[in-house]
């Protein structure tokens, strides 16, 4: 049997046992896990700044380093985020749907866990912990297989959550790190039909792309993020230079930032000489249309390709468009159904923009930087997910949860 067989199989067992475990249970096993985070931070942000070390000597960008970053702050941040998925209803038993036949037979839906999940993701190590959580309280076993990047962080992460969760009684397979990240070990993963129930890869398109199309295990596609705000003829300038500067500059290396900014012509001037300088400020390069360029001198042109990029960077697409209509057109063209904004006073193009998109999730009058479980109120999340079969937008403990059918009888035959 070889290494990744011999974690699966773990995995396996440790879903049995899980899949009956009370929430008190497990929200037990939680606490200890978000305590032994922040009691051993100065052990994790030791390892974390070793993989920083070797990131900085690789050149990566500015974007990339913040995601791979823990600090005192964000270790505190992510044992408060096991706390409060403890808050949350456990969904394992939950009856969806039930009704009564004419001969008597009760059918019941009811929520029950996938079994077993596996996370190939990349860079950020909050991931180990937030996808850990999630999958416990939802009475999974997951197996987290990161990058090398972060390779020492998931490691002592990894170590510190299910040495908890063994010491409040839970299987050894409820949490397990492959630990190998040459790309053989994801790929077996991918292959691993029978033991693995569903596989969620988070990271850039390259990673996703590789996994929806060579696993034979499901797999729920959490899409990279091209977002879009439309700033609107009808809407509030002031609002609409906040939103975008937020939805851009916030964390630029997150998939819920904005990559493109259209706008409608009749503000097209006032607008963009307004925002120019508040995204300038923050270090934004801008790539502009031919009327963008007519208005705002000096910056770049934008080509084909940046209207489908998804920067994770200080860099924005801006493109002036005739009216909702056509940002519509040009976002469900372009984007990646992750997350689309428009800014505007006119409920009648608000309403054609929500219905219009084909994304994920639809603001009006508001920062793409929302899109997120914790942001929603559903607590940590397992990633964003752009597909639409089973699960869309940001999932948390239902959507890592399928369903059976239990069907109680009294002597009923057919």
């Given at each position: 049997m070889t290494y990744l067989e011999e974690i699966a199989k773990r995995a396996k067992e440790a879903s049995a046992v899980l899949a009956v475990k009370t929430a008190m249970e497990k929200n037990a096993a939680l606490l200890?896990?978000?305590?032994?985070?922040e009691e051993r931070a100065s052990e994790i942000l030791e390892w974390n700044g070793k993989?920083?070390?070797?990131?900085?000597?690789q050149g990566v960008s500015g974007a990339i380093l913040d995601r791979l970053t823990l600090t005192e702050a964000r270790i505190i941040e992510i044992a408060d985020g096991l706390r409060k998925i403890v808050d949350l209803r456990d969904p394992v038993g939950e009856i969806v749907d039930g009704w009564t036949l004419p001969n008597g037979l009760y059918i019941q839906k009811v929520r029950v866990p996938m079994g077993v999940v596996g996370i190939i993701y990349e860079a950020r190590p909050n991931v180990t912990v937030d996808a850990a959580g999630l999958c416990l309280k939802s009475g999974n076993a997951v197996i987290l297989r990161g990058s090398s990047s972060a390779i020492n962080s998931n490691r002592v992460l990894t170590d510190v959550i299910a040495g908890a969760a063994c010491d409040s009684g839970l299987p050894a397979g409820t949490v397990q790190l492959v630990e190998s990240t040459d790309r053989d070990s994801a790929r077996q993963l991918m292959k691993m039909h029978g033991y693995i129930d569903v596989l969620i890869p988070r990271g850039g398109a390259e990673l996703i792309k590789t996994v929806v199309e060579n696993s034979n295990v499901p797999v729920i596609e959490t899409g990279i993020g091209n977002c879009h705000v439309y700033v609107d003829g009808c809407a509030d300038i002031d609002m609409a230079v906040e939103i975008t500067v937020n939805s851009k500059t916030d964390r630029p290396g997150v998939c819920n930032a904005c990559?493109?900014?259209?706008?409608?012509?009749?503000?097209?001037?006032?607008?963009?000489?307004?925002v120019r300088g508040?995204?300038?400020?923050?270090?934004?390069?801008?790539?502009?249309?031919?009327?963008t360029r007519d208005v705002l001198d000096g910056i770049s042109e934008a080509t084909e390709d940046d209207w489908y990029a998804e920067y994770l960077d200080l860099i924005l697409a801006v493109k002036v468009v005739d009216d909702v209509n056509e940002?519509?057109?040009?976002?469900?063209?372009y984007g990646s159904g992750h997350s689309e904004c428009i800014v505007t006073n006119d409920y009648e193009n608000s309403r054609k923009f929500t219905s219009g998109i084909d994304s994920s999730t639809v603001y009006v009058n508001a920062s793409t930087r929302f899109t997120d479980g914790g942001q929603f109120g559903m607590g940590a999340e397992i990633g964003i997910s752009t597909q639409k079969?089973?699960?869309r937008g940001p999932m948390s403990?239902?959507?890592?949860t399928t369903t059976k059918?239990?069907?109680?009888g009294e002597g009923q035959v057919r």
């Open positions: 200890k896990m978000a305590d032994r985070l993989d920083l070390e070797m990131a900085k000597e990559e493109t900014l259209l706008v409608a012509e009749g503000l097209a001037r006032d607008f963009l000489m307004r508040a995204l300038e400020e923050k270090g934004v390069e801008l790539r502009g249309c031919e009327k940002a519509i057109a040009h976002i469900n063209k079969l089973h699960a403990l239902p959507e890592l059918f239990v069907v109680l």
